[in-house]
C-alpha cells in the first residue's frame, strides 16, 4: 500500500501543481502538502526497502536501523523547512557538560511533528541513539513499526507501561537518550480537564492543584520517569519546552497555518544526575517544579493566534 499511495501521490502531483500555479493561494498551500506527502512517502518507500535489505542479509537488528532512521527523518525535517516553512530556534543545550553521558529526555507533546524534530536533534544536532516511549497508533506507518520496531523502543496501549520503560532505560549507553512524552499524549483543553480530575479522584490534590495552575501543559504522569530514573541512575535529565506547534491541533488549524511565518522555539535545560533527588514522592515533585518552569517558558514565549 506504501508503494501504490507513493506512485499515486507522485501521478497528481503534475496536476495539482499547474492549479496552483495558475489558480492562487489556496491551490499553492496544496502543493506545498503534495511536495511533502511526495517526500514522505519517497523516503518512507527508500527506508522500508533499507530495512528489507538488512533483514535478507541476515542484520534484521543491526544498529544500522539508526541510519536508516537518521536519513529518514532528516529528509523530512529538510523538506519540511524548504515546503512548510519550518525553522526552529533553540535556546539551552542538551550537552552542555561535554560529557558523553546517557540522557532521558523529558518533553511537552503539542503539535504535529514535535516528536520527529526531537528525534532530528538527537540523530543529526547530537549524534545520540534515541530510544523512543511511543503511541502503539504509530506502528500504522511502515517505516516506524519496522525500523523502530527493531530498535529499542516502546510501543505504549493504554497505560501500564512503566516497567517496559524501566526495562528500556536499562543499561543506557553514554551516547544513548531515552525520549519521553510524560503527559502521555498532545495536548488539549479537555485532556488537561480530564487529567486534572483524574489527580483529584486519586486524591493527589496538591498535585490536582499545580495541574490547574498551569494553563499550557497538562499534568506529568510520573510512573514511567520515575522507572526510568530509576533504572538508570546514572543519566543525566533534560526537559524540553517548546511553541510554535501547539496551536495546530486539528488538521484545519494545519492548513490555516502553513507556511509557517514564525518559528518554532524550543527550551531545554539539562540536570545532572547526581542532582536528581532521591524518593518518589520527592521526585514527583521535583518533576511537577520542572513542569512549572517549562509552563512559565511557554507562557513568555507563546505565539498568539
Request: aromatic share 8%; charged share 25%.
Amino acid at each position: 500500500m506504501l508503494f501504490l499511495l507513493t506512485a499515486l501521490v507522485l501521478l497528481l502531483f503534475p496536476v495539482v501543481w499547474l492549479f496552483g500555479v495558475v489558480f492562487g493561494r489556496e491551490r499553492k498551500r496544496a502543493v506545498r502538502f503534495l511536495w511533502f506527502a511526495l517526500a514522505w512517502g519517497t523516503r518512507e518507500s527508500a527506508a522500508v526497502a533499507e530495512c528489507g535489505w538488512l533483514w535478507c542479509t541476515g542484520r534484521g537488528h543491526d544498529v544500522r536501523h539508526y541510519d536508516v532512521i537518521r536519513r529518514y527523518v532528516a529528509g523530512l525535517y529538510a523538506v519540511a523547512e524548504r515546503r512548510l516553512g519550518l525553522r526552529v530556534e533553540d535556546e539551552g543545550s542538551w550537552d552542555g557538560t561535554g560529557e558523553d553521558r546517557p540522557l532521558i529526555v523529558l518533553s511537552r507533546h503539542a503539535g504535529p511533528g514535535d516528536a520527529l524534530i526531537l528525534v532530528h536533534h538527537l540523530l543529526s544536532g547530537y549524534g545520540r541513539r534515541p530510544r523512543v516511549v511511543m503511541k502503539a497508533e504509530l506502528q500504522l506507518d511502515p517505516c516506524i513499526d519496522i525500523a523502530a520496531g527493531r530498535m529499542p523502543n516502546v510501543f505504549v496501549k493504554h497505560g501500564g507501561a512503566a516497567e517496559r520503560i524501566g526495562r528500556l532505560a536499562e543499561g543506557l549507553g553514554p551516547r544513548d537518550a531515552l525520549l519521553i512524552f510524560p503527559e502521555g499524549g498532545n495536548f488539549s483543553p479537555e485532556r488537561r480537564r480530564r487529567a486534572i480530575r483524574r489527580l483529584a479522584r486519586h486524591r493527589r490534590r496538591r498535585d490536582a492543584v499545580r495541574a490547574e495552575r498551569m494553563r499550557n501543559l497538562m499534568p506529568p504522569r510520573p510512573g514511567g520517569v520515575l522507572a526510568a530514573i530509576d533504572a538508570a541512575p546514572g543519566a543525566d535529565v533534560v526537559f524540553v519546552a517548546h511553541v510554535g506547534l501547539d496551536q495546530m491541533a486539528s488538521a484545519g488549524d494545519i492548513w490555516r497555518r502553513v507556511p509557517l511565518t514564525e518559528p518554532v522555539r524550543a527550551r531545554w535545560w539539562r540536570i545532572a544526575a547526581e542532582d536528581v533527588p532521591q524518593g518518589r514522592e520527592a521526585r514527583i515533585n521535583w518533576l511537577y517544579a520542572q513542569w512549572e518552569r517549562a509552563d512559565a517558558w511557554i507562557s513568555a514565549n507563546r505565539i498568539s493566534r
